[in-house]
T-cell receptor, first 114, second 109 residues
């Protein structure tokens, strides 16, 4: 079974530029998550989708971050404009509805903002 | 108080040793808990789930103390391949995982 796919794997941009990340979850997984992991810290949830609806975006910096999952499958996360402190690994994860609570993570996109 | 607190380590142990990690969580409503393992520059992967007082899987034992809001992970007979960061993860709300900063383990020959 294919895992969670993410692209690109690495991205380097200058501050104030825009960037977009793409995620394709495991087939059949209705729940999709975007996490930000800063070096030395655990992943922090940015946004959670159930199908194409947002369940939790309380920690998403909405002035610069946006995410969508239009058809309930693939998702994109965008940062516009980027700041230096956005340098991190952006992880996408997916899971089945309850009781399948295990989250499966993609390899992540490593973003460096210079 | 942080939602999840873990000693960042690193814990340096020789092969064959037994090592234990502790974790405290602040949300008393959390019902389910997980330990995830994260290798260097890799994504987190589920190691164990803890739904009641504890769980055992081979060399790994997780224990939960709800009264003290405390979870532990015990690794027996450490292997070189156990070197990784171990993330303590309570479940809150609707499938929301809250990750700790992780405890780094280094197993040496």
């Amino acid at each position: 079974e294919a895992g969670v796919a993410q692209s690109p794997r690495y991205k380097i941009i200058e501050k104030r530029q825009s960037v977009a990340f793409w995620c394709n979850p495991i087939s059949g997984h209705a729940t999709l998550y975007w996490y930000q992991q800063i070096l030395g810290q655990g992943p922090k949830l940015l946004i959670q989708f159930q199908n194409n609806g947002v369940v939790d975006d309380s920690q998403l910096p909405k002035d610069r971050f946006s995410a969508e999952r239009l058809k309930g499958v693939d998702s994109t996360l965008k940062i516009q404009p980027a700041k230096l402190e956005d340098s991190a690994v952006y992880l996408c994860a997916s899971s089945l509805p309850p009781p399948g609570l295990e989250q499966y993570f993609g390899p992540g996109t490593r973003l460096t903002v210079t | 108080r942080k939602e999840v607190e873990q000693d960042p380590g690193p814990f340096n142990v020789p092969e064959g040793a037994t090592v234990a990690f502790n974790c405290t969580y602040s949300n008393s409503a959390s019902q389910s808990f997980f330990w995830y393992r994260q290798d260097c520059r890799k994504e987190p992967k589920l190691l164990m789930s803890v739904y009641s007082s504890g769980n055992e899987d081979g060399r790994f034992t997780a224990q939960l103390n709800r009264a003290s809001q405390y979870i532990s992970l015990l690794i027996r007979d450490s292997k070189l391949s156990d070197s990784a960061t171990y993330l303590c993860v309570p479940l809150e709300g609707f499938q929301k995982l809250v990750f700790g900063t992780g405890t780094r383990l280094l197993v040496s020959p």
